[in-house]
């Protein structure tokens, strides 16, 4: 669960609030009530849009929201669906550097044979 302490702290005619989670989220309870349902986007992660609220500077509003993710699910650390373009991409600039390596240490042990004759 997470818990939000929000200050007003400028003046403004309304102040809206949003709570996003993360794909497969279940059991979800949310205070304030969101004003509708969730909008969900491409990679599965709802948004709730809470009540906007009329604050002056210096009011105070807490939202709070509960969630279950299931077991198995392949969510990452941030939240966020684990993505396996991510991992691809690590593995491929990986290699890459292991390749630069591979170049550097052949032209350093050929320039070091060098300088011996």
Not at 44 to 68: F, H, M, N, V, W
Request: aromatic share 4%; net charge positive; glycine share 8%.
């Amino acid at each position: 669960s997470i818990k939000l302490d929000y200050v007003q702290t400028a003046p403004a005619g309304e102040t809206g609030f949003s709570v996003r989670l993360p794909a497969g989220a279940s059991d979800v309870q949310i205070s304030p009530t969101p004003a509708s349902g969730p909008d969900k986007n491409d990679v599965g992660e709802s948004l709730y849009t809470l009540p906007a609220a009329q604050l002056k500077e210096g009011d105070a509003r807490t939202i709070t929201a509960a969630y279950r993710i299931a077991a198995g699910s392949s969510v990452g650390t941030t939240g966020a669906p684990a993505s396996t373009s991510s991992s691809s991409t690590l593995i491929a600039v990986l290699a890459g550097l292991a390749l630069v390596l591979l170049v550097v240490l052949a032209v350093v042990i050929k320039t070091e044979r060098a300088k011996r004759r």
